[in-house]
């Protein structure tokens, strides 16, 4: 049945009103409330295993008859091994330090009063997402410890999967005695509702997209809310003109080939001049045995192209490769006069995601952590480390490449913010 907008408007209004409403009480609750519903959560979650199971499969059986590839089907499917994990990452959030009334830089001042700054919940946060239904405990989990409320908008391809797994939520946070409210599923597949819900500035108060590129475009250009985003993932390998040969193809080879999909994986890669000789043969015959496609520039394509196997994979690089997301087993390859001009390329081509140099030259590490304008940057370090868990946030919500409030991984620090509060006894300005 056809839904009209005035009545998606309604609908999300109303789902905002409640989530308002319930962002105060989850402001105030214990730390020890928020646990017991996490740990009610996961308790449910293995208790449901079935019954998940058997409303994940519509979803499963639409996505294959609507001729999705496997991909899409394994990212959607709740198998018994997603269904644990999940349940263990509502343990593990709950094993995680509670963010919310932190007091940090405290300092007396001569008029005697004494300032700081608290860590406060953002209040609501919208979260719009596409066909993983496990993002649902993920944003809801996160969302419980730090004391927000959530509304949560799942892609339509997950529907039923999500409302099974919304009604386990809804169960644990009532068992802890916090607000049902706190944590909300868009009941409509209805596109309209995406518009709504990224238009409602004094029932939300951030927006964070997880999905593809079209999405988050179509969300960062129409939303009236603070959006929490990143584009693209177009990361950077640099190996400089000092660097152990070993540690280097290692790492390259890891930081593109360990898994093609994920946004940290690497797409480009800049070799120092002086290292060319040396490192790309190397690294060619791994992306050859590992049939990787290398887009090159005329100089790497002419040391490339005497690696045995490495011929039917090699491609001139276009300039829009520079910039290029692949997600795919391809790679770009440019040769560049050092660090300075790899620090110049990564800054003009770069998606600020993350950013890797391998060098055994302390201060070229250190510039490049300085000058490198990205959310991660490392230093003898594969892209694939750039996670939430990887950093020990313990889960994250997403990436953000932008500059404000939060940047890289997204954790429950990246959901709460800092206010400023002042300690007196009586104190008055003179």
Same mark, same amino acid.
């Not at 239904?133 to 529907?159: F, H, Q």
């Not at 500035?201 to 475009?217: A, M, N, S, W």
């Not at 005329?298 to 011929?311: F, I, N």
């Given at each position: 049945?056809?839904?009209?907008?005035?009545?998606?408007? %309604?609908? !999300?209004?109303?789902?905002?009103?409640?989530?308002?409403?319930?962002?105060?009480? /989850?402001?105030? %609750?214990?730390?020890?409330?928020?646990?017991?519903?996490?740990? @009610?959560?996961?308790?449910?979650?293995?208790?449901?295993?079935? @019954?998940?199971?058997? %409303?994940?499969?519509?979803?499963?059986?639409?996505?294959?008859?609507?001729?999705?590839? #496997?991909? =899409?089907?394994?990212?959607?499917?709740?198998?018994?091994?997603?269904?644990? +994990?999940?349940?263990?990452?509502? @343990?593990?959030?709950? $094993?995680?330090?509670?963010?919310?009334?932190?007091?940090?830089?405290?300092?007396?001042?001569?008029?005697?009063?004494?300032?700081?700054?608290?860590?406060?919940?953002?209040?609501?946060? #919208?979260?719009?997402?596409?066909?993983?239904?496990?993002?649902?405990?993920?944003?809801?989990?996160?969302?419980?410890?730090?004391?927000?409320?959530?509304?949560?908008?799942?892609?339509?391809?997950?529907?039923?999967?999500?409302?099974?797994?919304?009604?386990?939520?809804?169960?644990?946070?009532?068992?802890?005695?916090?607000?049902?409210?706190?944590?909300?599923?868009?009941?409509?597949?209805?596109?309209?509702?995406?518009?709504?819900?990224?238009?409602?500035?004094?029932?939300?108060?951030?927006?964070?997209?997880?999905?593809?590129?079209?999405?988050?475009?179509?969300?960062?250009?129409?939303?009236?809310?603070?959006?929490?985003?990143?584009?693209? #993932?177009?990361?950077?390998?640099?190996?400089?003109?000092?660097?152990?040969?070993?540690?280097?193809?290692?790492?390259?080879?890891?930081?593109?080939? $360990?898994?093609?999909?994920?946004?940290?994986?690497?797409?480009?890669?800049?070799?120092?001049?002086?290292?060319?000789?040396? =490192? +790309?043969?190397?690294?060619?015959?791994?992306?050859?045995?590992?049939?990787?496609?290398?887009?090159?520039?005329? $100089?790497?394509?002419?040391?490339?192209? $005497?690696?045995? #196997?490495?011929?039917? +994979? +090699?491609?001139?690089?276009?300039?829009?490769?520079?910039?290029? @997301?692949?997600?795919?087993?391809?790679?770009?390859?440019?040769?560049?006069?050092?660090?300075?001009?790899?620090?110049?390329?990564?800054?003009?081509?770069?998606?600020?995601?993350?950013?890797? !140099?391998?060098?055994?030259?302390?201060?070229?590490?250190?510039?490049?952590?300085?000058?490198?304008?990205?959310?991660?940057? /490392?230093?003898?370090?594969?892209?694939?480390?750039?996670?939430? =868990?990887? =950093?020990?946030?313990?889960?994250?919500?997403? !990436?953000?490449?932008?500059?404000?409030? %939060?940047?890289?991984?997204?954790?429950?620090?990246?959901?709460?913010?800092?206010?400023?509060?002042?300690?007196?006894?009586?104190?008055?300005?003179?």
């Amino acid at each position: 049945m056809q839904i009209s907008n005035d009545s998606i408007h %309604a609908l !999300i209004t109303d789902l905002g009103v409640r989530a308002r409403a319930a962002s105060r009480f /989850m402001a105030r %609750a214990s730390t020890a409330a928020k646990n017991a519903a996490l740990l @009610e959560l996961a308790r449910l979650i293995r208790a449901q295993a079935a @019954e998940l199971k058997a %409303a994940n499969a519509p979803d499963v059986q639409a996505a294959r008859d609507a001729g999705q590839d #496997g991909a =899409f089907v394994d990212r959607l499917t709740l198998t018994d091994q997603h269904i644990e +994990l999940m349940a263990q990452s509502c @343990e593990q959030v709950a $094993q995680l330090p509670d963010p919310v009334g932190e007091m940090t830089d405290l300092r007396r001042r001569p008029s005697g009063i004494t300032v700081g700054r608290m860590r406060v919940p953002l209040g609501v946060f #919208g979260m719009i997402y596409e066909s993983r239904p496990n993002v649902t405990i993920e944003a809801a989990s996160l969302a419980i410890k730090s004391g927000n409320a959530v509304i949560l908008r799942g892609g339509s391809e997950a529907i039923h999967s999500n409302r099974a797994l919304a009604g386990l939520v809804a169960l644990a946070l009532v068992d802890a005695d916090l607000p049902a409210d706190a944590v909300q599923l868009v009941p409509t597949t209805d596109r309209a509702a995406v518009g709504a819900l990224i238009t409602l500035p004094q029932y939300v108060d951030v927006i964070i997209p997880r999905g593809g590129k079209g999405l988050i475009e179509r969300i960062s250009a129409e939303a009236k809310v603070p959006v929490i985003k990143h584009l693209d #993932g177009n990361c950077h390998v640099y190996v400089d003109a000092e660097v152990d040969m070993d540690m280097a193809v290692r790492v390259t080879d890891n930081a593109k080939t $360990q898994r093609y999909s994920p946004c940290n994986a690497a797409e480009s890669l800049l070799v120092a001049a002086s290292s060319a000789a040396a =490192f +790309l043969p190397r690294i060619g015959k791994v992306f050859a045995q590992k049939g990787v496609e290398m887009r090159c520039c005329a $100089q790497s394509r002419a040391v490339l192209e $005497q690696v045995p #196997g490495a011929g039917p +994979l +090699l491609r001139d690089a276009t300039p829009a490769d520079w910039s290029a @997301e692949y997600l795919a087993p391809i790679i770009s390859i440019k040769v560049v006069d050092g660090l300075d001009e790899a620090i110049a390329h990564i800054n003009r081509y770069g998606s600020g995601h993350t950013d890797t !140099i391998l060098t055994s030259h302390h201060p070229s590490a250190m510039r490049f952590l300085r000058e490198v304008d990205s959310a991660s940057v /490392m230093v003898n370090a594969s892209t694939r480390f750039a996670d939430g =868990f990887e =950093f020990g946030l313990g889960a994250e919500i997403g !990436i953000s490449t932008d500059k404000f409030h %939060a940047r890289g991984p997204v954790g429950l620090e990246g959901l709460t913010s800092q206010k400023w509060m002042v300690l007196g006894n009586g104190e008055i300005r003179t």
